[in-house]
């Protein structure tokens, strides 16, 4: 009922609504694109889990194809200048660990932080999306968690010599998240999803995956403090 009411008080056909949209649409289809081409990086690096890298990399622009289909649903054109520029902070840092070889880096930013983001905003969106991409994005959402899992379970098997780096990449790009956050912050409310829910479901999510990893709750308290303050 309450997901109901939610839904009927949003106005799809508006221009505002359609003017927030066509930034966070081109966020989602930016995202799904980088997400693509680092699953093809990480299949590079990660030679022993080549197929199942590549497998992810496909779905990955299903996504972008089905995220593409909502903007067109709503006649909304996605700002993709903005869109690169939300994500150039993580891209470069991705592509800079990517030139160096270092794995666990490129797993923390796209398997941990990224996935982690894109489960929180989907969850979030899902009750408020217009039916079309209500239905794109919960089958997209089901996705996502397989990824994050996929770096769950790889960095929980390196996890003793993975620390240290993993430590170091989650210093420099949390923050990052919280700065990227902040710049849509307006965008979002407008589509109704709250910055307070989705920094909640973001922590959530992420400090459940580096407690499944092997962080101790100290360990995720200290790592989760970083940028909180951005
Ligand atoms: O792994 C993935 O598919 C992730 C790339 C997609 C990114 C989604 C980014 C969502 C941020 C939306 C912010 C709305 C407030
Ligand atoms: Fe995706
Ligand atoms: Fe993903
Ligand atoms: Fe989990």
Same mark, same amino acid.
């Given at each position: 009922?309450?997901?109901?009411?939610?839904?009927?008080?949003?106005?799809?056909?508006?221009?505002?609504?359609?003017?927030?949209?066509?930034?966070?649409?081109?966020?989602?289809?930016?995202?799904?694109?980088?997400?693509?081409?680092?699953?093809?990086?990480?299949?590079?690096?990660?030679?022993?889990?080549?197929?199942?890298?590549?497998?992810?990399?496909?779905?990955?622009?299903?996504?972008?194809?089905?995220? +593409? =289909?909502?903007?067109? /649903? $709503?006649?909304?054109?996605?700002?993709?200048?903005?869109?690169? #520029?939300?994500? @150039?902070?993580?891209?470069?840092?991705?592509?800079?660990?990517?030139?160096?070889?270092?794995?666990?880096?490129?797993?923390?930013?796209?398997?941990?932080?990224?996935?982690?983001?894109?489960?929180?905003?989907?969850?979030?969106?899902?009750?408020?999306?217009?039916?079309?991409?209500?239905?794109?994005?919960?089958?997209?959402?089901?996705?996502?968690?397989?990824?994050?899992?996929?770096?769950?379970?790889?960095?929980?098997?390196?996890?003793?010599?993975?620390?240290?780096?993993?430590? +170091? =990449?989650?210093?420099? /790009? $949390?923050?990052?998240?919280?700065?990227?956050?902040?710049?849509? #912050?307006?965008? @979002?409310?407008?589509?109704?999803?709250?910055?307070?829910?989705?920094?909640?479901?973001?922590?959530?999510?992420?400090?459940?995956?580096?407690?499944?990893?092997?962080?101790?709750?100290?360990?995720?308290?200290?790592?989760?403090?970083?940028?909180?303050?951005?």
């Amino acid at each position: 009922m309450q997901q109901l009411a939610a839904q009927s008080s949003i106005d799809y056909q508006s221009e505002t609504y359609k003017d927030a949209y066509s930034r966070i649409n081109a966020i989602v289809i930016e995202g799904e694109q980088e997400a693509h081409e680092n699953y093809i990086k990480l299949a590079e690096l990660l030679v022993e889990h080549q197929d199942e890298l590549i497998r992810l990399s496909k779905m990955e622009s299903r996504h972008k194809k089905g995220f +593409e =289909a909502c903007g067109r /649903n $709503l006649q909304v054109t996605p700002d993709l200048q903005f869109a690169k #520029e939300f994500f @150039a902070d993580l891209h470069a840092n991705f592509q800079t660990a990517a030139a160096s070889g270092k794995v666990v880096t490129c797993l923390l930013i796209q398997s941990l932080i990224i996935e982690c983001f894109a489960i929180a905003a989907y969850n979030i969106y899902i009750p408020h999306a217009d039916p079309f991409a209500r239905k794109i994005t919960e089958g997209v959402v089901k996705d996502e968690y397989s990824h994050l899992n996929f770096g769950e379970v790889w960095l929980q098997e390196h996890f003793a010599e993975s620390k240290a780096e993993l430590e +170091e =990449a989650n210093r420099q /790009n $949390l923050p990052i998240v919280w700065k990227m956050l902040n710049s849509v #912050e307006d965008d @979002a409310r407008t589509l109704a999803m709250e910055k307070e829910a989705l920094v909640e479901d973001f922590m959530i999510q992420y400090g459940e995956a580096l407690s499944n990893i092997g962080f101790t709750t100290r360990d995720i308290m200290r790592m989760s403090a970083y940028g909180l303050a951005a």
